[in-house]
C-alpha cells in the first residue's frame, strides 16, 4: 500500500480500480507489479568511495522488467545482483552501468522478475584503456512511433511526491535536499526516475489491462530528463497488438522524461 500511495494512486479515493491497491477493507490488497524495482533493494552502493563513481553525479538511464510470474502480495523473496555491462562513453562524456537483479520465491527458488536497471554516471568516463577495454554499448532502442497517439493521459503528481517515494527505500538525497540537488545542477530536488517509471506503468495498466496486475508481462522506458515533483506528467501511448509503445512528456515544459516505452500484456 505505500509504494502504491507512493506513486500517487488514491487520488480519487472511490475509484475501485485504485482502491485495490491502496485498501485492505474488504479484502487484502493487490501487489503492483512494479513493485518488483524495490524489493530486495541492495542500498546506494555506488556510494562507497571505492567504486570509483562519482555518487552526486549520477542519473538513472533506463529501466526494464521481465515478469515471468504474477507478483504476490504477501511473501519472501529473494534477490540476486549482477554487474552485467560498463560502457565508457569517453572522456567527459560519462559511463553507463547496467546491472541484474532476480528476484525469487525464498521458499521455491521460483523466478519471479528479471529487473535490468541502468545508471549513466555522469562525472565517470575516460577510464577504459587497450589493457581494460569497457564493454560494447548495446544496441539502440526501437522508437516509440511518430504522429497523433492513441491515447493521451494526464497524471497530476504531488509537490511532496518524492518525499514519499523515498520511503519506498531509495534515500539517495538528490531527491530531498536543495543543497544536493543544487551540486548535482538542478534547482531543486527532482523525482526519482522509478517514480515516474511507475506512474506510466499504472496509467497503461488501467489503459491497456483493465487495472489487472497480473496482465503486465514486460516494461522498459529510458529516462531522458528529469521531473519536478508538482509537474504533470502526460502519458502518449501507440498500441500494436499485444505491445505498446509510450513515451511520457511534461507538457509544461514540452520535455519528454521519459522515451523509447515499450510494453507486453498478456491476453
Known sequence: MRYALALGLGGDPTDARQLQFVNDVPAAPSALPTMAVVLG????????????????????????????????????????HRVTRIVDKGPGRGATITYDKTLHDADSDALIATVTHTTFARGNGGFASTEAPGDAAPPPPVPVPTGEPEAIVD????????????????????????????????????????????????????????????????????????????????????????????RVRVPARDKVVLDHGHAVFAA
Do not use: K
Request: charged residues 20%.
Open 41 to 80: 533493494f541492495p542500498g546506494s552502493w555506488m556510494q562507497d568511495p571505492a567504486t570509483g563513481v562519482d555518487f552526486a553525479q549520477i542519473v538513472h538511464g533506463e529501466e526494464q522488467v521481465v515478469w515471468h510470474r504474477p507478483l504476490p502480495a504477501a511473501g519472501t523473496v529473494r534477490a540476486r
Open 155 to 246: 497524471i497530476p503528481t504531488l509537490p511532496q511526491q518524492a518525499l514519499l517515494y523515498r520511503l519506498c527505500g531509495d534515500r539517495n538525497p538528490l531527491h530531498s535536499d536543495p543543497a544536493t540537488a543544487r551540486a548535482a545542477g538542478f534547482d531543486r530536488p527532482i523525482l526519482h526516475g522509478l517514480c515516474t517509471w511507475g506512474i506510466a506503468a499504472h496509467a497503461l495498466l488501467a489503459q491497456c489491462a483493465g487495472s489487472d496486475p497480473t496482465r503486465l508481462r514486460s516494461l522498459y522506458a529510458r529516462f531522458s530528463a528529469p521531473v519536478f515533483p508538482g509537474e504533470t506528467l502526460r502519458l502518449e501511448l501507440f498500441r500494436q497488438g499485444s505491445e505498446v509503445r509510450f
